[in-house]
């Protein structure tokens, strides 16, 4: 079983940063892979990036590459998003998800989410 508590979030204003992080209880953390995902109202969950079990490997939608950077450290049991040059866009509650899974873009495929935390840019 593995608990997600997600933290970070906040309003800020376009072209700023924010740092989420994703504290995981668990002996396990480090054999799952981790995903971060959005939804804002009237959409669809979507996929934000995604880390491998090792950190060896990430993934990133479209929308995000090149500005957004996942990292985790398994020592913390934490998993990072870094989001900087922000878009109004970019507004949604955002969910780290872990799981045992190669198909980091498939929400389905993730056993465990955190409750979310909210993240507002403001034009």
């Known amino acids: 079983q593995v608990q997600l508590v997600e933290s970070g979030g906040g309003l800020v204003q376009a072209g700023g940063s924010l740092r989420l992080s994703c504290a995981a209880s668990?002996?396990?953390?480090?054999?799952?892979?981790m995903g971060w995902f959005r939804q804002s109202p009237g959409k669809e969950r979507e996929f934000v990036a995604a880390?491998?079990?090792?950190?060896?490997?990430?993934y990133y939608a479209d929308s995000v590459k090149g500005r957004f950077t996942i990292s985790r450290d398994n020592a913390k049991n934490t998993v990072y998003l870094q989001m900087n040059s922000l878009k109004p866009e970019d507004t949604a509650v955002y969910y780290c998800?872990?799981?045992?899974?190669?198909?980091?873009?498939?929400?389905?495929?993730?056993?465990?989410w955190g409750q979310g935390t909210q993240v507002t840019v403001s034009s």
């Open positions: 998800a872990a799981g045992d899974t190669s198909d980091y873009a498939g929400s389905g495929t993730y056993d465990y």
């Open positions: 880390i491998s079990w090792s950190g060896g490997s990430t």
């Open positions: 668990g002996r396990t953390f480090s054999s799952y892979a």
